[in-house]
């Protein structure tokens, strides 16, 4: 049985990714800080699709958390999805630099030691891949977290050039807006989101594994958000940035 790791596996995209992974009988490992939420989700897995789950508690912000699960990644997975991740209220720059350094901390430097972590047993093995979760917003000079998940798209695809020939494969996947805990998290006010810009969650999973075992570098759920990334890159760098900063705010 195929092992996934999964970050940030209790709730929203995570959360799908559990289902879906354990359906088509993945053996599991769910990281995320909440202990109690974590034993819950295994029970459900477990349960519901009769799969080995495994739990990790760990804050990915925090040293110790994040060098536990980089430990597990070592101990060999077949499939890392970093997943974990959040947004800040405020607008840059208006955060905490300690709120702005965390983000970074679960978007980047855990994205890279986790894959750094699990690429050597996956092409000593010669298979295995790397999905890392991304979004729209990183194809758009709008924010912070658009900048910390531009970041993931590029080490992403930097990744998958080099872990080509050792048939290894990293994706980065961008979602658009996704219904999901994460807005309500950051106290955002969505209502003013027009409805058809909602994806699932599940759908999101769907159309990235589909992308995977196509062998693609970089997924973007949904022919809506094809058409955004696309115009994205059309238009003038200056025009896009000042649109999605209006939009943004
Ligand atoms: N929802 C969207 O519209 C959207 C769009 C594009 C991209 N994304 C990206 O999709 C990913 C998943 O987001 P989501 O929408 O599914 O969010 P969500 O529903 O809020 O779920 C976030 C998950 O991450 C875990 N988590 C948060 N901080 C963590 C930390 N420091 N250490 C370990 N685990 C942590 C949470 O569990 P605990 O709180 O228990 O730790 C939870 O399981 C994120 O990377 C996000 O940036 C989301």
Redesign the pocket.
Known sequence: MPTALI??????????FARRLAADGHTLVL?????S??AETADRLKLRYGVPVEVL??????EE??SR?ESRCREGVDLLV??????LRGRFPDNAVEDEL?ML???CE?VLRLTLAALPGMKARGRGAVIN?????GFFASSS?GAS?AW?INFSESAAAGARADHVRVMA?????????????ASMDMSGTPGFL??S?DR?VGEALRDLSLGKWVSVPSLRYKIVVSAGQLLPRRLVSRLSARIGR
């Open positions: 970050t940030g596996a209790t709730a929203g995209i995570g959360a799908a990281v995320a800080r909440d202990e939420r974590l508690p760990a804050d990915l912000s925090a958390g994040l699960v970093n997943n974990a991740g959040f947004t965390r901390k679960v978007h855990a979760v991304a979004s729209v917003a977290y998940k993931v996947l961008c979602p658009g807006y996704v219904r999901t805990e994460f807005h309500q998290r909602w994806l969650a999101v």
